[in-house]
Nanobody, 120 residues
Framework: QVHLVESGGGLVQSGGSLRLSCEGTGNIYRINNMAWYRQAPGKERDLVATIQRGGETHYVDSVKDRFTISRDNAKNTVYLQMNNLNLEDTAVYLC??????????????WGQGPQVTVCS
């Protein structure tokens, strides 16, 4: 079995910072693309940022210059550094990973999502 174990959510004041982590555990051969999504109450799940295995990143416009996605392939872990948080960033943040359990099998895996709440 493969799990994505997330940590780092919490309550922060507007303008503050948080760092999220997501570690893949279990029978992992290799992790390819990784990403962070978020879902605010009553809204759809939205992409926040992606990172390829080689380190190429992509951000949605609303988080550019504030959030940084990074990864440590040796630890099967992806990070999301969030700075200058605002009220609109309040959401459950979900980790996503394309996980290979062997050379021929890849699965799309989701974490359960740490809650990030930004207060004024």
């Amino acid at each position: 079995q493969v799990h994505l174990v997330e940590s780092g959510g919490g309550l922060v004041q507007s303008g503050g910072s948080l760092r999220l982590s997501c570690e893949g555990t279990g029978n992992i051969y290799r992790i390819n693309n990784m990403a962070w999504y978020r879902q605010a109450p009553g809204k759809e799940r939205d992409l926040v940022a992606t990172i390829q295995r080689g380190g190429e990143t992509h951000y949605v416009d609303s988080v550019k210059d504030r959030f940084t996605i990074s990864r440590d392939n040796a630890k099967n872990t992806v990070y999301l550094q969030m700075n200058n948080l605002n009220l609109e960033d309040t959401a459950v943040y979900l980790c996503f990973a394309e996980v290979q359990v062997s050379a021929n099998y890849e699965f799309a895996c989701w974490g359960q999502g740490p809650q990030v709440t930004v207060c004024s």
